[in-house]
């Protein structure tokens, strides 16, 4: 008699299965420190969010901050609000994206493929390391595959059940809910990159009247409705803001090659292939020999996963500047595809034992992967605590020489902006792409709080010699470049930054950083030898 199949493989209940893969990704969320730049500049802007009590424009200290849009800090921010400026919380976008994304390839392949073939491609993705990390990397990348996922799979669905006569226009209305959510999450390829898929898909099977969904006047209502105030609210505030945010965050950035990151136009397909394993090894096993046994075919909805998967890499590879997280849209149809290659012609006694070795596998990978990070990548931003018993003073002010270290206003949990000392004039000159230009930029739309906030080298007297304590943060070799500093207490120090507490000058002397040294106090020299390591 031949074996039935577990139940855990035929008939998961979707509601579980959404709840356990969302489980599953928020699981180690909290385990490593947050990475730089990315990671401290987003979970950073959320904090700010909340602390400021602006909702509505996106702040990187404290001035207006438009490379992206809001959702990813309204989520953020709402998450913190809830349980503090912790890791998991600032990652709960990309948790959110990557749980909705798993969620719409399950419940649309199990509606128009096999319960069998769902479940697996489901699996496959949330166990691929390159989508378990990007589901635990707080930037916007997985946000807005997230809503790219639902949006593309939410639209063929309404696509294929108005052909069938059934229910569609809960669905259209849902593909553009999620299309103005990819608006919110990164602009205009949340709404572009999936009607590109779906134009495509329908020009392939010879679905050229679907087209006439994009016209669906319910659906734009949806998409303005949800979308368009933040838009239209930006606008009115800073007039600058469309050919900032539209013009050169989008069209400049596209077809400019003075960013950074640049690669040829091939780099995808290995990082595709390598960040997959151990599952894309599958590609490589030659068929199974059970034709009867192989997984059903639906050739509309394969054409959709090759059509999505090379919309994603084709665009994504055409500009010179290349980020690995551009093309995490690419991973559900990858997913499915290597699905497919997996059940193609294999009986289930003889499949079963081998899917589960390499989902175990990969798992592990996958939990490799944060705990090596964890070990081995924390920037020292994250590792800079300051001393049991001290803390900034809401009197206090905190400034940073020469750099920015976007971690430090998240793990210190600053309510205000802090200050940043630089040669500001040469930084709004320059066109390469790194924290100076983008606060420069965010000055531009505020110059009257930039003022306050972006300090000229030149003027350090002026801002460190008052009543007020300031403490600074800097390289752990600052103190070559600026002699002053050994006057300040030294309270903590790492392999790369360190801070030290300055007591300015109760008489508000302007030549405070003149005065002769003074020896070093005992405390600054124990905080050298006991600081943070």
Same mark, same amino acid.
């Given at each position: 008699?031949?074996?039935?199949?577990?139940?855990?493989?035929?008939?998961?209940?979707?509601?579980?299965?959404?709840?356990?893969?969302?489980?599953?990704?928020?699981?180690?969320?909290?385990?490593?420190?947050?990475?730089?730049?990315?990671?401290?500049?987003?979970?950073?802007?959320?904090?700010?969010?909340?602390?400021?009590?602006?909702?509505?424009?996106?702040?990187?200290?404290?001035?207006?901050?438009?490379?992206?849009?809001?959702?990813?800090?309204?989520?953020?921010?709402?998450?913190?609000?809830?349980?503090?400026?912790?890791?998991?919380?600032?990652?709960?976008?990309?948790?959110?994206?990557?749980?909705?994304?798993?969620?719409?390839?399950?419940?649309?392949?199990?509606?128009?493929?096999?319960?069998?073939?769902?479940?697996?491609?489901?699996?496959?993705?949330?166990?691929?390391?390159?989508?378990?990390?990007?589901?635990?990397?707080?930037?916007?990348?997985?946000?807005?595959?997230?809503?790219?996922?639902?949006?593309?799979?939410?639209?063929?669905?309404?696509?294929?059940?108005?052909?069938? $006569?059934?229910?569609?226009?809960?669905?259209?209305?849902?593909?553009?809910?999620?299309?103005?959510?990819?608006?919110?999450?990164?602009?205009?390829?949340?709404?572009?990159?999936?009607?590109?898929?779906?134009?495509?898909?329908?020009?392939?099977?010879? /679905?050229?009247?679907?087209?006439?969904?994009?016209?669906?006047?319910?659906?734009?209502?949806?998409?303005?409705?949800?979308?368009?105030?933040?838009?239209?609210?930006?606008?009115?505030?800073?007039? $600058?803001?469309?050919?900032?945010?539209?013009?050169? =965050?989008?069209?400049?950035?596209?077809? !400019?090659?003075?960013?950074?990151?640049?690669?040829?136009?091939?780099?995808?397909?290995?990082?595709?292939?390598?960040?997959?394993?151990?599952?894309?090894?599958?590609?490589?096993? @030659? /068929?199974?020999?059970?034709? !009867?046994?192989?997984?059903?075919?639906?050739?509309?909805?394969?054409?959709?996963?090759?059509?999505?998967?090379?919309?994603?890499?084709?665009?994504?590879?055409?500009?010179?500047?290349?980020?690995?997280?551009?093309?995490?849209?690419?991973?559900?149809?990858?997913?499915?595809?290597?699905?497919?290659? *997996?059940?193609?012609?294999?009986?289930?006694?003889?499949?079963?034992?081998?899917?589960?070795?390499?989902?175990?596998?990969?798992?592990?990978?996958?939990?490799?992967?944060?705990?090596?990070?964890?070990?081995?990548?924390?920037?020292?931003?994250? /590792?800079?605590?300051?001393?049991?018993? =001290? #803390?900034?003073?809401?009197?206090?002010? *905190?400034?940073?020489?020469?750099?920015?270290?976007?971690?430090? @206003?998240?793990?210190?949990?600053?309510?205000?902006?802090?200050?940043?000392?630089?040669?500001?004039?040469?930084?709004?000159?320059?066109?390469?792409?790194?924290? /100076?230009?983008?606060?420069?930029?965010?000055?531009?739309?505020?110059?009257?709080?930039? #003022?306050?906030?972006? *300090?000229?080298?030149? =003027?350090?007297?002026?801002?460190?010699?008052?009543?007020?304590?300031?403490?600074?943060?800097?390289?752990?070799?600052?103190?070559?470049?600026? @002699?002053?500093?050994?006057?300040?207490?030294?309270?903590?120090?790492?392999?790369?930054?360190?801070?030290?507490?300055?007591?300015?000058?109760?008489?508000?002397?302007?030549?405070?950083?003149?005065?002769?040294?003074?020896?070093? @106090?005992?405390?600054?020299?124990?905080?050298?030898?006991?600081?943070?390591?």
């Amino acid at each position: 008699m031949k074996r039935s199949a577990p139940a855990w493989w035929t008939a998961p209940q979707p509601l579980w299965l959404i709840v356990a893969l969302f489980a599953w990704l928020l699981a180690t969320a909290w385990i490593r420190p947050l990475m730089a730049p990315d990671e401290g500049r987003y979970g950073s802007v959320a904090l700010a969010m909340l602390h400021s009590g602006d909702w509505l424009v996106p702040r990187l200290d404290g001035l207006p901050f438009f490379h992206k849009p809001p959702l990813f800090y309204w989520i953020g921010a709402a998450a913190m609000a809830v349980a503090g400026p912790v890791e998991w919380a600032a990652r709960l976008p990309s948790i959110l994206g990557g749980g909705a994304a798993a969620a719409a390839l399950f419940l649309f392949l199990r509606r128009w493929s096999t319960v069998r073939l769902a479940l697996l491609s489901t699996v496959v993705l949330v166990t691929t390391p390159f989508f378990f990390i990007g589901a635990q990397f707080a930037n916007l990348d997985m946000l807005v595959a997230g809503c790219i996922s639902g949006t593309v799979l939410l639209a063929a669905g309404a696509a294929l059940a108005r052909e069938r $006569e059934e229910p569609w226009r809960a669905l259209l209305a849902g593909a553009y809910l999620f299309g103005a959510a990819g608006l919110l999450a990164k602009g205009l390829i949340g709404l572009v990159l999936p009607a590109m898929v779906i134009a495509a898909w329908c020009a392939a099977t010879r /679905r050229l009247a679907a087209l006439r969904l994009a016209l669906w006047l319910p659906g734009w209502a949806v998409l303005l409705i949800v979308a368009g105030p933040w838009f239209v609210a930006m606008q009115m505030k800073y007039p $600058e803001f469309f050919d900032y945010f539209v013009v050169t =965050q989008h069209f400049r950035r596209f077809a !400019s090659t003075g960013f950074n990151n640049e690669h040829g136009f091939w780099f995808y397909l290995p990082v595709l292939a390598g960040l997959t394993l151990p599952w894309f090894a599958w590609v490589l096993v @030659p /068929r199974g020999g059970n034709e !009867s046994n192989d997984a059903a075919r639906a050739p509309d909805i394969d054409r959709l996963m090759w059509i999505w998967l090379a919309v994603i890499v084709v665009f994504f590879s055409l500009p010179r500047s290349k980020l690995i997280g551009y093309v995490l849209p690419a991973l559900p149809p990858l997913a499915y595809l290597i699905s497919q290659r *997996v059940l193609a012609g294999r009986s289930l006694d003889a499949l079963l034992p081998k899917v589960r070795a390499t989902a175990l596998a990969a798992a592990a990978v996958c939990m490799g992967c944060v705990i090596a990070v964890a070990m081995y990548a924390s920037p020292p931003g994250t /590792r800079l605590k300051l001393p049991a018993g =001290q #803390a900034v003073a809401p009197a206090d002010q *905190v400034l940073m020489l020469d750099s920015y270290h976007y971690e430090i @206003p998240f793990y210190w949990n600053l309510r205000e902006p802090v200050l940043v000392s630089d040669d500001w004039k040469a930084a709004a000159l320059d066109t390469r792409d790194n924290w /100076r230009k983008e606060i420069s930029d965010a000055a531009s739309f505020d110059p009257a709080r930039a #003022a306050r906030t972006l *300090v000229e080298r030149t =003027q350090l007297a002026d801002t460190l010699c008052v009543p007020r304590t300031t403490w600074l943060v800097g390289s752990n070799t600052a103190q070559l470049a600026n @002699p002053w500093l050994f006057r300040a207490q030294l309270v903590a120090v790492n392999d790369g930054v360190a801070a030290w507490r300055f007591a300015g000058s109760p008489t508000g002397d302007p030549h405070c950083l003149d005065a002769p040294l003074a020896p070093a @106090p005992a405390s600054a020299q124990s905080s050298q030898t006991h600081g943070d390591e």
